[in-house]
């Protein structure tokens, strides 16, 4: 399985941000890159349609949260 498949599960499951970004830094050590996994993130945020959605839910406010703490590791 993908991250990108383990993180999407683990999100529709309902996971809370901490499981979520215990999910993240496991696959952060091999990769090493938070651009790549915020990318992976990105994805899921486009695929779900959260881009055109204004109001919030739990699986939004949940993915939200975890790519904003990628964001602010990322390197400028």
Same mark, same amino acid.
């Given at each position: 399985?993908?991250?990108? =498949? +383990?993180?999407?599960?683990?999100?529709?499951?309902?996971?809370?941000?901490?499981?979520?970004?215990?999910? $993240?830094?496991?696959? =952060?050590?091999?990769?090493?890159?938070?651009?790549?996994?915020? &990318?992976?993130? =990105?994805?899921?945020?486009? +695929?779900?349609?959260?881009?055109?959605? =204004?109001?919030?839910?739990?699986?939004?406010? &949940?993915? +939200?949260? $975890?790519?904003?703490?990628?964001?602010?590791?990322?390197?400028?």
């Amino acid at each position: 399985m993908t991250f990108k =498949q +383990e993180f999407l599960a683990a999100l529709r499951s309902g996971k809370t941000h901490e499981s979520l970004l215990g999910l $993240v830094r496991r696959y =952060q050590q091999p990769v090493s890159n938070p651009q790549e996994i915020y &990318e992976t993130l =990105q994805e899921i945020w486009l +695929e779900l349609g959260f881009d055109a959605k =204004q109001e919030g839910s739990p699986t939004r406010d &949940e993915l +939200e949260y $975890v790519m904003e703490k990628i964001w602010y590791q990322c390197p400028t």
